[in-house]
């Protein structure tokens, strides 16, 4: 038995990371449809009662695991109920489900 750990799937990975498809659709989703170039980071954050470290998440190309009370969070500053965002990220994007890509470091 060899002790080269590349062909173990514990490490195969170590390297990667998961984007998951609906995170990525939220985080896009609001940076195109409710941010503006003119309007900062910490205004945005301030007018949706988050902090403007997690806009500057949100408009990460591949946005990040975004939590479902920050998510709550916006929705309601923005007047609008959490399944009725939902609707427009399916009507947007077409689907919701668990898909993911993984982007390895070097893609980064």
């Given at each position: 038995?060899?002790?080269?750990?590349?062909?173990n799937?514990?490490?195969?990975?170590?390297?990667?990371?998961?984007?998951?498809?609906?995170?990525?659709?939220?985080?896009n989703?609001?940076?195109?449809?409710?941010?503006?170039?003119?309007?900062?980071?910490?205004?945005?954050?301030?007018?949706?009662?988050?902090?403007?470290?997690?806009?500057?998440?949100?408009k990460?190309?591949?946005?990040?695991?975004?939590?479902?009370?920050?998510?709550?969070?916006?929705?309601?500053?923005?007047?609008?109920?959490?399944?009725?965002?939902?609707?427009?990220?399916?009507?947007?994007?077409?689907?919701?489900?668990?898909?993911?890509?993984?982007?390895?470091?070097?893609?980064?």
């Open positions: 038995m060899t002790n080269d750990n590349t062909h799937s514990k490490y195969e990975n170590k390297e990667s990371v998961k984007i998951f498809l609906v995170d990525k659709y939220v985080c989703y609001i940076c195109e449809k409710w941010m503006s170039a003119n309007v900062s980071n910490r205004s945005f954050g301030k007018s949706h009662g988050i902090h403007e470290s997690i806009v500057r998440k949100i990460e190309v591949d946005g990040y695991r975004i939590p479902v009370s920050t998510l709550t969070t916006i929705c309601f500053y923005k007047g609008i109920k959490l399944s009725d965002f939902f609707k427009l990220i399916e009507e947007e994007y077409n689907q919701i489900n668990d898909d993911f890509v993984l982007k390895t470091k070097k893609d980064a």
